[in-house]
């Protein structure tokens, strides 16, 4: 069975950091994209942060919105098969519940899309203070 475990939430005041980890389980690694996405009460689910690896071209494409782009980085340890979301100089925008998410070998354009993610984990919650 697919799995996400999804961590390392919590509540830190703007300017701050936190470090996301998703360990991911169940199937083959480098088939994936792993992606990183949040949800603000009364707001839709949007793509933060996703990762296409393919260990056998040695190509990684990565995707960020903009608003997170320069703050966050998303990186792999494929040997652990867990993703990160390293979050610097957090705002109170960031505030979310936010999950992560495989799917299957997702082209670029794709990356973004939570609909193209068939396994999700539970929410960790990040709660950036004023």
């Not at 799995?3 to 509540?11: E, H, R, T, Y």
């Not at 109170?92 to 193209?116: K, Q, R």
């Amino acid at each position: 069975d697919v799995q996400l475990q999804a961590s390392g939430g919590g509540l830190v005041q703007a300017g701050g950091s936190l470090r996301l980890s998703c360990a991911a389980s169940g199937f083959r690694w480098d088939d994936y994209s792993i992606g990183w996405f949040r949800q603000a009460p009364e707001k839709e689910r949007e793509g933060v942060s996703c990762i296409n690896l393919n260990d056998r071209r040695g190509d990684v494409t990565s995707y960020y919105r903009d608003s997170v782009k320069g703050r966050f980085t998303i990186s792999s340890d494929n040997a652990k098969n867990t993703v990160y979301l390293q979050m610097n100089s957090l705002k109170p925008e960031d505030t979310a519940v936010y999950y992560c998410a495989a799917g299957f070998n997702l082209i670029l354009s794709s990356l973004s899309n939570p609909v193209h993610y068939a396994y999700w984990g539970q929410g960790t919650q990040v709660t950036v203070s004023s």
